[in-house]
Each structure stands twice: as C-alpha cells, then as structure tokens.
C-alpha cells in the first residue's frame, strides 16, 4: 500500500515530485521524488544518522536530466524505526530495491553518501539486473581506512543526545571545525532511537568486515565513480585510491571540501556526477 504525504505523482512526461510512504512487509519507508518521470533514474542513498534531506542541495542540479529518488533507509527520517527490525546492510539493500520497483524503476544509477555507499553496493549485489552504475561519495572502502574511533559508534551515552553532544558528533562530517552544521542534520539525529542510531553504525561496520567495497565491487564489473573530498574527517582521503583495484573506476577527488561534499559545495559535486551519469544513465521504454 502507498500512502500519500502531500506530495504528487503523474506518469509520463511531468513532475515525479512530493513525498510519500511505502508499506514494506518489514517497515513504512519515506520516499522523495523529484523531476520528470520519463528521466533516467537516480537513486540517492544518505549516510549514517541521515536521511533525505541531507541531498536537498543537490536535487535542483540533477533534476535537469534525472527522476530523482531519494529514500529514508529504515531506522532514519520520516521511515519506520522497529525496536526488532533488521537493520543489516543487506536488508536495506532489498528494501531500496523493492522501492523502486514499486515505483516502477528497472534500470537506476545509483548515488550513495557515506554508508549509503554501502547499501548502494550490497542493492548491486542483490540487484544488478536493477543497478546499472554506482557512484560513492566520501564512503571509506574498507574499515581499515577509518580515522574515527572506534568508541564513536556506541553513540552519547544519554539519549536523545545533548545539542553539544550532537554538534561533536556532526562535526567531523565537515571540512573545517566551525562549520555551520544545518540544524534539519541535528534534528534527523534527534529523530533515531538510540537502538537505531548503534545498530545502523554496527551493520556498516560488519558489513565492511566481511569484505572491502573494492573487493565486492570488482567482481559486479558495473562502472564505478568515487567521488572524495580530500579533507575528510572520518575516511582517510588517501584510500580513495584502493578503488583503482576496480577495472575502469573513475575517482574525482575535490580539494577543501570534506565528508559531506554535497552539503558543502553542491556544484562541484555534482559537476564529475552528471558527467557520469550522462553516459552510464538509462531512459526506461
């Protein structure tokens, strides 16, 4: 069943826009939708303690050539929060996946930021017939590559977190201490549980144990763009190379700019995405 949340959705050649909520056998998730129907699709994949919002600069520079699909994985935004759902990387992976054939997607290019990276990654090895390219922005290729500690990922001890609690934690997410962190971030944070907030942090880790990003993403053969800001706080810049393991991966790395390149400079962003995708993008019949 499809609920409605105010938004609209009109076949052919209009606006896919608005918002609404897909009811999962596992979970209610949140979907945006924005630009023409009749678009290649372009699926958006937020990070960790996320959601949709945190592409809300990036969707007016893609809409020009895109139907645009963003989620709120399960555990974040406005999607289900179960205190006994399954938040394992794979499992968001196949929710992803049901969404857009719900929405009656069958080839996608598919963006993820950070752990959405990941998911991206596991929706291609579940769904390649779905996924025709992938494009990781700032997500840490194996955990070795990981410059935050360890500790960071039980969360603050109290929950909801502290406002100075939650700025430490968004901190990193940026280029430079004293960036001005857009307080909808903090509230999507608010908004998990801490259940959600550890277990979602846990599955990316077991996830990247199990085998690097490189490792998985040589066997699928899909073409592969890294896009990294060289500042960033929580993933070594440098290990944005281990993607070259990839045969044909194209990596962009983008000076000044740290995890969340797409928040800090939207254009620069999106400039070597669309270059990408304007190759690799499919128009459904």
């Known amino acids: 069943m499809t609920v409605s949340d105010g938004g609209s959705y ?9 918002s609404s909520t897909l009811s999962l056998d596992d979970g209610d998730i949140h ?4 630009g023409p129907h009749d678009s290649p699709a372009l699926l958006l994949i937020h990070g960790s303690a996320s959601s949709t919002r945190s592409w809300n ?6 809409t020009g050539a895109h139907r645009v699909i963003r989620i709120d994985l399960l555990g974040h935004g406005r999607s289900a929060k179960p205190a006994d759902g399954s938040y394992a990387i794979p499992d968001q992976a196949r929710r992803a996946g049901v969404v857009l054939d719900r929405l009656g997607v069958e080839h996608a290019v598919v963006v993820g930021h950070s752990s959405g990276g990941v998911v991206a990654t596991a929706l291609a090895e ?5 996924v025709t390219a ?3 922005v700032n997500t840490g290729p194996s955990l070795d590559a990981s410059i935050v500690p360890e500790s960071a990922a039980a969360g603050p001890s109290q929950w909801p977190p502290t406002d100075e609690q939650l700025r430490r934690i968004a901190s990193t997410g940026f280029s430079r201490a004293g960036y001005r962190i857009p307080e909808e ?6 908004g998990m549980t801490r259940h959600t907030f550890i277990t979602t942090m846990g599955a990316t880790r077991s996830y990247l144990e199990q085998r690097s990003l490189p490792d998985r993403l040589t066997v699928l053969g899909k073409p592969l763009l890294v896009v990294f800001g060289e500042d960033d706080r929580r993933w070594r810049s440098s290990s944005a190379s281990d993607y070259r393991a990839v045969p044909g991966a194209e990596i ?3 000076p000044g700019l740290g995890h969340s390149p797409l928040l800090e400079d939207p254009p620069r962003t999106a400039t070597p995405l669309l270059a990408f995708t304007a190759i690799h ?3 459904e019949d």
């Open 10 to 18: 009109v076949n052919g050649g209009a606006e896919a826009a608005g």
């Open 281 to 283: 993008a499919v128009r």
């Open 57 to 62: 600069p990036m969707v007016p520079l893609l």
């Open 185 to 190: 971030l903090l509230d999507d944070v608010r």
């Open 252 to 254: 962009e790395f983008l």
């Open 126 to 130: 579940r769904r390649p017939d779905l």
């Open 31 to 34: 979907v945006c939708q924005d």
């Open 134 to 136: 992938l494009a990781l």
